[in-house]
Each structure stands twice: as C-alpha cells, then as structure tokens.
C-alpha cells in the first residue's frame, strides 16, 4: 500500500509540475534544490564568474586535476591523475613544476587524456584572443613568457612546455613567489581543445614554449566559444564523475547522469548515484515542493526560519509516510557570508561616508537575528565563521574592527560632513532627499544628476539597488534598510529593482558580451553572499591595473593603494609554511576593508542539508561541498 500511494504521489507530481521529469520517491536518483537559480553557463572553469550553481555543475562534470583539496581543504597531490610531480627552484628566482600525468585517463567519450589536455587552457587564458572573449584570468603575468605571449610579442608561452605525451612543465615568474598557496601553481585540469574550441585547433611547442594552433582569432572563436559555454547534451565532453547531459532554460533545470568512464577521484572513488537534477528551489514555495516530491535533497539552507522548518519535516512522521522515505541532515559552519555589494566608481555610493551611512541606518544585529533565526550571526568583514583564520583571530578582530553599530543620527552626521546638505534647487536641505554639489568626474554617467542654471552639479541621494527576485535576505532589506522611516529621515532614497538573479550577476559583472546595458554602471548597491574555498586569495580583488580591471577583476571599483598592497602581499612573498606572516597580512587586509567598507556584512550562518535518509555515507562539510560529497554516497539496502 505504502508503496502504491508513493507511486501515486509521484504520478501527481508528474501531472501538476511540468519542470519535473519524474517522481523523486525512486531511490537511486537525487533531486536537488538549488536556492540559487542556474544561470546556464558551463565553460570549464571560472574565467566568466557566475552564480554558485553553474559552478557545482561544472564541477560534478569536470575532475581530472593534477592537484585538488581534500575533504579537510588542504592542497593534495591526486594519484588518480598525478604520476610524478617535480619542483626546480630556478636562479633567476623562478619556479618549475615539472608533472607527469598517468597514462590511461580518459573523458566520458572514451578519448584518451593526454599532457595537452591539461596545457592548451594554460596557453588559452594567456592571450589576448581569450581577453578579447571576455575571458578573465591573471595567467599571463603570474607565467615566464605569458606577458610577452599577451602583448603579442611572441608567437608562444615560454614558460609552458610539452615535454612527451604525458609530461609538461609550467615555470611561474619570481614576483610572484614565493607564494602562500604554492602548490596550487601545479593545478591543471584536463580539458578537450577539439570540445572547446573545435575543429582546427590544438597546442603544440616547437622548441620554444606553448602555442595555440589554427586560426587562434576573436572572430573565428566567437560563435563557438558562446555555443559550448551554454551548452547541455549528451555529446558534451567532460571528465568529471557525471555528465551534464540536458538543461532546460525555461524551468531552470539540469540533468546529470553518472559518467561510466570517469577516472575516479583523488582517493579512487568513483559515483554510484546513477542521476541527479536540479532545480530551483523557492523561497516562498520550497518546504511545500520537498513534502510533496518536488525534489528530495535540500542543500546550504541558509535562512533560519528555513533550517528550523527543515528539521521540523525531518521530524514529520506524515511527511515520512506519504513520500515513502524520512530525511536525515548535516550541519556545519559557512565559509563565506551574506554582504550588501556597493559600487565604489559612480554615483552616491562611490563616497565612503554615504557607504558608512548607509551601515549606520541597518541594524545589523536585528537582521542577523531576523534572517538567521540563532544560526548564524553578524561579521564585520570578508570571511565566514568556517575559516581557520576567523578561528585564529576571532578576538583580535573584535578588538580591532569597527562593528558599524546602528545609529540613524550618526549617519546624519556623516552625510552632513560630506557635503549633502543642499535640496533639488541648490539651496539648504530640510526634508526630502539631498543633494550634494559634485565634480564632473564624480557626477560621470549617473542619471539623477540635476545640472543648475548656473552650471553647477547636483547629485541627489538616491541609489540604485539590484535585488534579485523571490529572495528573502531583498524581502528583509527592503524592510529594515530600504523602505525604514530612519532612511528616508536621513534624506536617502533606496530604489529596489527586483530581477531575475542572472539578471543581477550581469548588472554586477557589467558584462558587455550579454548586452549593451550591462556594460554601463547602473546600480549602487547589490545583495549577494559568498564563499570562499580553502584558498583564500583575494590578491586582485583590488587590483587597480587597467587590464585586470578591464576583464572584471575588483568589482567593487574600489582603487586603494593600500588595500591592492595587501592584498597582493598576503599570498604573494609568504611562504606556504610561515602561517604567521600570512595571518598578520589576513588581518591587516580586513581592517583596511573594515576601513574602506565596500560591502555591508550582513552576516554569516550555519549551514543545514538535508537528503533523503536513503542516501548513505554522505558526510558534507564547510570545504567538502555536494560535488566532492555526493561521490561517495551509496544507495541503502
């Protein structure tokens, strides 16, 4: 009977939501719930940044590197790739990694791995052809020859070469050594030029360093670039434990099935969940869609009215009975936070005390507790709770930051002292919204400019927000911060423009290569969370070089001096054993961001999943995520 009514259950599932493909009570098949929405975009690897979930499934369909993490985040070299893996300290002060990859590596097609899978995208990410794709990377200065290769110079990357079919050498430049994360210079994924590129391309070396052949040109790799970056399907080349066989673009689903020719991983392990799909799953609908089958396995739940409703259906015996399985869960620290992103170059937000006034008018304390329900709790800069070094300086930084207390008339004082003082006609503020005289440079595309009689420029204290829609972190801040009586007494309007997420990351990315708009500086402020994994890096996050910013490094526009030093200096010059020296740069870095705040922490949680009490040894942890996770699981007998 029990069995009946399951079956029946996932018949109506099937008949009233047309985004599922079938019922999720089956054991053996993962229906995942994503809180955040699949943008569609599938390139390999990071060099276009995009949302959370486009990078889990470029994950689970792409592992075959020379070095990975572990489940405890440290760097390992992976045996299942890895033959031999040497090192040369060179007199000129540079370094050589010098591996051998294992014969026998293959991708989901069957085709063999070669050393110039795990070249080609090296030699890729430093030229010029791959920034003119939008592609973002700092290869180029950090490789012997990669600058001269960028600029033109040379027809070839010295510091790349193909030693035989299975070996190949990369030499990293002394400036960049030594350096904190050292082992991940010998990092290299295997990856299809023929899938990627296409026909007519390959890497070859003469003698003299790495080169892209065939016609390595903007225009001749444009359409095809843009085709497989968004691309979903069985013929979809990859060497990762699954497949990423199908996404549907109006539902926002994707479909991974396992991959009968993956290599294993680090530890030789290899998948036995035959499925997984994922979907999105909404705030305001989700607990519904998990207690009737919608999806079975809920993942990084981060709102606390949301983790306290999550235990409450693994406790539901009713819940149990009608899906035919119970749920069991794991919980453990965020490495990363939720933050309001500012927009440093343009408009009000462009000046620090607007950025510490509009701080000032949110309680962040009461949001924390609001959202986070116990949870989770407020921080006072870039990092999460997860973190060793939170862990190491957890006292040092209460001492040190500043915690931005909520205080509507110190905000005032702030924006008073700034200069916003003035009303729409240039006389003295008494109510409304304020103005504050600019320069032409400071006024620049802004739209709600006013421009006087007289020539003078007025910008008003209105800012743009980009939030993303059915979230509850927008819902909460349009409440406390955007919509407060303490905001519009400040004389500061918050215009909250709800839209799609993908939508959002385009806006914040200003990404040209999605439309003309994107690339124009339009919104203030943006809601976005983040985590970071056991590399901590931020070396040009600040970047103030026009190349790197040019590619969508620092986007936050923020241009300081000492902010750029620190950061390039806390990984860069420190060497991989001198924890001290790296954790004395970590916190001078987050007090010269606590400074310069270009983001509002809101705040950083606890994290729950739940899954079906069906999947077996399944052990997620702050740095082992759903990806590296779900490789081990097994279904119960």
Not at 114 to 142: E, H, P, R
Request: aromatic share 14%.
């Amino acid at each position: 009977m029990k069995k009946f009514l399951s079956m029946l259950l996932a018949l109506t599932m099937v008949l009233s939501m047309t985004a599922m493909a079938e019922g999720t009570t089956e054991k053996g098949t993962v229906i995942y719930g994503s809180t955040t929405e699949i943008g569609g975009d599938f390139w390999f690897t990071s060099h276009w940044t995009n949302g959370a979930t486009d990078m889990m499934l470029r994950e689970l369909s792409s592992d075959c590197s020379t070095v990975v993490t572990d489940q405890g985040g440290a760097l390992v070299v992976n045996p299942t790739v890895t033959k031999d893996l040497q090192t040369e300290e060179n007199v000129d002060g540079s370094k050589t990694f010098t591996i051998t990859v294992n014969e026998g590596l293959v991708y989901n097609n069957g085709e063999a791995i070669t050393a110039k899978d795990f070249v080609w995208t090296t030699v890729f990410a430093c030229s010029k052809t791959a920034a003119g794709l939008g592609v973002k990377s700092t290869a180029a200065s950090q490789i012997v020859g990669g600058q001269d290769y960028y600029d033109e110079k040379v027809a070839y990357v010295s510091g790349v070469k193909l030693i035989d079919d299975y070996t190949f050498s990369v030499t990293i430049e002394s400036e960049y050594l030594p350096y904190f994360y050292d082992l991940s210079y010998a990092s290299f994924g295997a990856q299809s030029i023929k899938y990627w590129l296409g026909e007519g391309y390959d890497v070859a070396d003469d003698g003299e360093g790495c080169y892209i052949t065939g016609d390595f040109t903007v225009d001749a790799l444009k359409d095809h670039v843009e085709k497989v970056r968004f691309y979903a399907g069985e013929d979809r080349v990859s060497a990762g434990p699954y497949n990423l066989v199908a996404y549907d673009q109006s539902s926002k689903q994707a479909t991974l099935t396992i991959n009968k020719n993956y290599n294993g991983n680090f530890e030789g392990v290899k998948p036995s969940i035959e499925k997984i799909v994922v979907v999105k799953a909404e705030d305001a609908t989700w607990a519904d869609a998990i207690k009737t089958g919608s999806f079975n396995f809920y993942d990084t739940i981060t709102d606390g009215v949301q983790v306290n409703t999550a235990l409450d259906i693994i406790e539901d015996e009713a819940t149990k009975t009608a899906l035919g399985h119970g749920f069991e869960y794991v919980q453990f620290d965020r490495p990363g936070y939720g933050m309001i992103n500012f927009a440093c170059d343009f408009g009000p937000t462009q000046f620090l005390p607007v950025r510490q006034a509009i701080i000032s008018l949110l309680d962040r304390n009461e949001f924390a507790n609001t959202f986070c329900q116990g949870w989770g709790g407020v921080v006072n800069g870039p990092y999460g709770t997860a973190l060793w070094q939170y862990k190491d300086s957890e006292e040092w930084l209460e001492n040190n930051l500043n915690a931005y207390n909520y205080d509507p008339e110190g905000a005032v004082a702030l924006l008073v002292e700034d200069g916003w003082t003035l009303n729409a006609e240039g006389g003295e503020w008494t109510e409304g919204i304020r103005y504050k005289e600019v320069t032409a440079e400071e006024a620049g595309t802004y739209l709600h400019n006013v421009t006087l009689a007289d020539g003078r420029i007025l910008m008003p204290l209105i800012i743009e927000w980009s939030s993303s829609e059915g979230n509850s972190v927008s819902d909460l801040l349009a409440v406390m911060l955007a919509n407060a009586d303490a905001t519009k007494a400040a004389g500061m309007q918050i215009n909250q423009n709800i839209m799609t997420f993908t939508e959002l990351l385009n806006f914040y990315y200003r990404d040209a290569s999605q439309g003309d708009k994107y690339g124009v500086p339009t919104y203030g402020m943006f809601n976005l969370a983040t985590n970071f994994t056991p590399i901590y890096d931020q070396s040009y996050s600040f970047t103030s070089d026009p190349q790197y910013v040019s590619q969508g490094y620092n986007l936050n526009y923020l241009f300081d001096d000492v902010l750029d030093w620190l950061t390039m200096k806390m990984v860069y010059g420190v060497d991989s054993t001198d924890t001290e020296a790296y954790l004395t740069l970590w916190r001078l870095f987050i007090q010269r961001w606590n400074e310069l705040m270009p983001q509002v922490p809101l705040y950083s949680n606890v994290y729950i999943t739940m899954y079906p009490d069906w999947l077996e040894n399944y052990a997620q942890d702050s740095f082992w995520d759903f990806q590296q996770a779900i490789v081990y699981a097994t279904v119960a007998e």
